[in-house]
């Protein structure tokens, strides 16, 4: 479970029977005058440490002092240079304390937002990337751990100390970042879910429970269906494994009859390659090859959690690309739904074969966009690394968009 995330307005040394996070930049280790005054109660921890060097606010530093039965402890956090500071050095900075003071045992801990504050930067900023930080960086996936399940340690809450006269807006922030970064988590385990259980059918019945959950429309079609309705590049992936594909339609709608967006996951539970078969080395982490999917899911959920004013369709292509006598092979050409013939040469290019008729499929709705998201190709590792994903359209504005929302 994600620690909950609070939003408050107490004095510092109001914080009771938990860890109080503090940070300053190196080179200004000056107290304010909530921060001195607060330090009077507690011996002058925090000036001692600052006086005798053993705190100097290096960007990752971090110092936990046990203060009293009372407050517990608390945490010293460097951020570094202020004119080096980021926000991306924030969320480091944050995941970096959270995880210590998780990892020390410690249940909840509080933080005081003024001292991470930068002129640079908006409060909203600030929250969003604090609430997802503390979320995202304390992730752990367990479903199917048996052994030292006592050695595990969480964290149970998470406050951030504001001003009283934000305090609403604040909580607000929060509690929408907290949607967000739960939902990356619930697609992370997804994800993980290791194949033998997250086979389409499995994604499939998952989507339908979120649907239900939050007022989705969700549509199913099982391999019949789909064979029907003319997708044979979808079927012809799908066909070589026991595990029968799915095709999954979510739908939101939150603004009338406006046109909708169109979200299209490729969700291959696992990925063999076909007769062309990875080598073994690349095998380990197939099961991730249905992110994209995972992903639509939870989208979907935000978008009725957080009630947008927009429509949107999760269009879901669920199947297997395994090997057996069934399954399509190099020079076989296929009948897409659009009508256009395809014919292959790699089994482990099928992702763009199950795209092809689901991107097809999506085109019925009229969209104003479409918005596909794959693991599709390794050769955008060897191109970009493991620093960015690679965006194309045909609607610079729309890609314009998708890069200011990824950054």
């Not at 807006?169 to 033998?196: F, G, H, Q, S, W």
Request: proline content about 3%.
């Amino acid at each position: 479970m994600p620690p909950k995330i609070e939003v408050i307005s107490d004095k510092l040394e109001e914080i009771k029977g938990q860890c109080l996070v503090i940070a300053f930049f190196e080179g200004k280790l000056g107290l304010s005058n909530e921060i001195s005054k607060f330090d009077g109660t507690i011996n002058s921890l925090i000036s001692a440490s600052i006086k005798n060097k053993d705190f100097k606010a290096e960007e990752g530093e971090i110092k936990l002092i046990y203060v009293n039965a009372n407050m517990k402890y608390l945490a010293l956090l460097g951020l570094g240079k202020e004119e080096k500071f980021n926000l991306n050095k924030l969320t480091d900075n944050i995941a970096a304390v959270s995880r210590r003071i998780r990892n020390a045992g410690i249940k909840s801990f509080a933080i005081h937002l003024s001292s991470l504050k930068n002129k640079a930067y908006e409060q909203k900023e600030y929250l969003e990337k604090i609430t997802q930080s503390i979320i995202l960086s304390l992730y752990q996936f367990l479903k199917f751990k048996t052994k030292d399940l006592d050695k595990i340690k969480n964290l149970e809450k998470a406050s951030i100390i504001v001003d009283k006269n934000i305090l609403e807006e604040a909580n607000k922030i929060a509690m929408e970042a907290a949607i967000y970064a739960e939902a990356v988590n619930k697609t992370r385990d997804l994800v993980n879910t290791p194949p033998n259980i997250a086979n389409p059918v499995y994604v499939a019945e998952y989507a339908k429970e979120v649907a239900k959950k939050n007022n989705l429309t969700c549509t199913i079609f099982d391999e019949k269906q789909i064979e029907k309705m003319g997708m044979e590049c979808f079927m012809a992936v799908a066909r070589g494994s026991a595990n029968k594909p799915r095709l999954v339609i979510l739908r939101y709608k939150g603004s009338g009859n406006e046109k909708p967006i169109v979200l299209v996951g490729k969700g291959i539970t696992f990925d063999t390659g076909g007769i062309n078969v990875k080598p073994a080395a690349y095998l380990n982490t197939m099961k991730d090859d249905k992110a994209s999917a995972c992903g639509v899911i939870h989208v979907m959920e935000v978008c009725a959690k957080l009630k947008l004013k927009l429509n949107v369709i999760g269009v879901l292509a669920l199947a297997e690309n395994m090997i057996s006598g069934k399954s399509y092979r190099p020079d076989d050409v296929l009948k897409s739904y659009s009508g256009i013939t395809v014919e292959v040469t790699n089994t482990d290019a099928e992702g763009r074969l199950i795209l092809a008729d689901a991107l097809s499929y999506s085109l019925k709705y009229k969209p104003k966009a479409i918005i596909d998201i794959a693991t599709l190709t390794g050769a955008s590792i060897i191109a970009l690394g493991y620093f960015a994903s690679p965006v194309l359209g045909n609607s610079q504005q729309l890609i314009d968009k998708i890069k200011a929302a990824s950054e």
